[in-house]
């Protein structure tokens, strides 16, 4: 079983003092029972990423620190944007690429998200990229051949040093942040078909997480009957007790507990 990886994707939420806080307290939480056999990444807006990244590295906390998004451009005439050497400074590790808000709102193409990932790969940096199904398509039927696209648009051509920092996140758009969760089978379904589609792109050894709606409650039968390799987590990230606990869960089903 690949090590689970727990993303926590705070979104337009917490100043940098409410974020310091949260990253304070996962900390203790995390001193008193560390997790083992779990990767933990917190994903602040940018202006908490310099006080984020302070704490975690004074307090030597377990956790990566990512950005939410970042410029395919490495600098210029882009305003409101930010590349990923201005993140490098900071000592952020990841990037979330192609998130469902970031394509739907801001007009993030399928071209730009490809060129995105090959900007943060291209430096060094980890890069999640994002996948996935409106609910008509799901209705339709067609969310497989919607999801292969994708994956095809983005990671088609990579070169071999920039796959092992390589992360998938299925998101189905229809269950983020509705309180909707893909049934076990569906999240099953789809990661095994997420996985053969990367193994024929060369990217065979890829961990492939779930977000939507994910929480304490559902999260060990996520990973058990869902196979995910971890979870893209929102809402529930935005408190160290439930973030900690669903990581908790990927960490007792990675060490057999569950």
């Not at 696209?149 to 051509?157: K, N, R, S, T």
Request: net charge negative; with cysteine; glycine share 8%.
């Amino acid at each position: 079983m690949t090590r689970p990886l727990v993303v926590g994707n705070w979104k337009m939420n917490l100043d940098y003092v409410e974020a310091v806080h949260l990253t304070q307290q996962i900390g203790v939480i995390l001193k008193n029972k560390p997790l083992e056999h779990v990767e933990l990444v917190v994903v602040p807006p940018f202006v908490d990423l310099r006080s984020v990244t302070s704490v975690v590295e004074s307090e030597r906390i377990a956790v990566g620190v990512g950005a939410q998004h970042a410029s395919r451009h490495e600098a210029g005439a882009h305003t409101g944007e930010v590349s990923v050497s201005m993140l490098q400074r900071l000592n952020v590790a990841w990037v979330l690429v192609g998130h469902s808000e970031r394509r739907a709102m801001y007009a993030m193409t399928d071209v730009v998200v490809a060129q995105t990932l090959r900007t943060v790969l291209g430096q060094g940096l980890n890069g999640v990229l994002c996948v996935g199904e409106e609910l008509s398509i799901r209705e339709a039927g067609r969310q497989d051949d919607f999801v292969t696209a994708q994956l095809h648009d983005a990671l088609e051509g990579l070169d071999e040093t920039s796959r092992p920092l390589v992360t998938i996140a299925y998101e189905p758009i229809w269950a983020i942040g509705s309180g909707l969760t893909a049934t076990t089978e569906q999240v099953r379904e789809m990661t095994e078909h997420i996985r053969t589609v990367a193994s024929s792109l060369s990217l065979g050894q890829v961990r492939v997480l779930y977000g939507g709606s994910v929480n304490a409650e559902n999260a060990a039968s996520l990973m058990t009957e869902g196979r995910v390799d971890g979870f893209l987590v929102g809402g529930a990230s935005l408190k160290a007790e439930s973030f900690l606990t669903i990581s908790q869960a990927a960490n007792d089903c990675y060490d057999g507990k569950r």
